[in-house]
Nanobody
Framework: QVQLVESGGRSVQAGGSLRLSCAVT????????VGWFRQAPGKEREGVAA????????YYDDSVKGRFTISRDNDETTVYLQMNSLKPEDTAMYYC??????????????????????WGQGTQVSVSS
């Protein structure tokens, strides 16, 4: 019902900025929430930011607050992750994921991976010191 394709990942120096894009295609009339997650080698996947296309206030992991901003375009076909003041520890594969209002956990403002039924293939971000 929801397809996601990430882009924008590349190598950058510490202190730099990147904007990731997630192209969202949906065949459902349900409301959706889109989140950005990341997974570094040898580490568990973790959520960094998420929003509801209905316009509720986005939420962020503490590790990225003040540096990352999640947003969407007006026609809700693309969700962005603006990443500023990048650090080497931000190096990871970044994924966007979605959950719909038909899914359990839709209203839970958390990064519970099991709540997000739809995933993209990821885009690699590498930050060098």
């Amino acid at each position: 019902q929801v397809q996601l394709v990430e882009s924008g990942g590349r190598s950058v120096q510490a202190g730099g900025s990147l904007r990731l894009s997630c192209a969202v295609t949906t065949a459902t009339s349900s409301s959706i929430s889109v989140g950005w997650f990341r997974q570094a080698p040898g580490k568990e996947r973790e959520g960094v930011a998420a929003l509801y296309t209905t316009g509720d206030v986005p939420y962020y992991d503490d590790s990225v607050k003040g540096r990352f901003t999640i947003s969407r375009d007006n026609d809700e076909t693309t969700v962005y992750l603006q990443m500023n003041s990048l650090k080497p520890e931000d190096t990871a594969m970044y994924y966007c994921a979605a959950k719909t209002s038909r899914d359990g956990g839709y209203y839970r403002r958390s990064f519970e991976i099991a709540d997000f039924a739809y995933w993209g293939q990821g885009t690699q971000v590498s930050v060098s010191s």
